[in-house]
């Protein structure tokens, strides 16, 4: 047998999270879930709220319970690794969250913060020195910010602060939960620029989770589409957020916005018209 060509994969996956109480219900957030993703390459994971594509990257940084299937990452079953485990595997898988202010500690610098993963896998002196400034100058922020707070720094640039943070070890796959969500347009135009750049010196592979179609095509080589714990649909991204196959896929494209303000208003028609009619095909 062949090792895969993948570096990650993902087979059947369930995630259930059981209730504590008598009348507490169990929640099935994942049902029977596969998806790979190849060294190199951004899959796209689009859905709305809800729809169980945060729980994914959270199975693959192990913070989901998997009740069934496997997450393989390269040719290694990691579904069920304990603490020591996966604290080494942090070195091959990180993640960017969707707040930058909030996943960064208020009191610690730039400095420190970037600092901290280096110093946990026994890097120190000079040598975390010039890694530091290497990653600044990798993600397009001044030296002297390793002496600032988060505070100090607009939202763009602390989220070019999380992604120097979460490519510190060298990583070969990011999930990046809705990196860009709470950032203005012009700043997420950027910070998508930034990651794509990245990708090409690096070579890092990212699953990008996002509620927004538009950004998915930008960024993603392939799409997955997710509803209500499954995927409904996956192929290339120029494919699936342009003409897209599923129900469900069709009305997330007719909810994309759009610049036009006369297509925007019958696209929103048409999304009112054939709502009733793609979640019953749903």
Known sequence: MTASSSLLEIEDLEVTYVARGLRSRSFRALAGVSLDIRPGETVGLVGESGSGKSTLGRAILGLAPVTAGVIRYRDRDIAHLGRRERRALSSDIQVIFQDPYSSLSPSLTVGDT??????????????????????????????????????????????????????????????????VSALDLTTQARVLDLLKEVQQRTGVAYLFVSHDLNVVRVMSHRVSVMYRGEIVEHGPAAQVTTAPAHPYTQRLLLASPVADPRAQAERRAEFARTRPQTENAA
């Open 114 to 179: 970037l600092a901290e993963p280096l110093r946990a896998q026994g890097m120190a002196g000079r040598d975390a020195t010039a890694r530091i400034a290497e990653l600044l100058d990798l993600v397009g922020m001044p030296s002297d910010s390793v002496r600032r707070l988060p505070r100090e720094f607009s939202g763009g640039q602390r989220q070019r602060v999380a992604i120097a943070r979460a490519l510190a070890l060298e990583p070969a796959l990011i999930v990046c939960d809705e990196p």
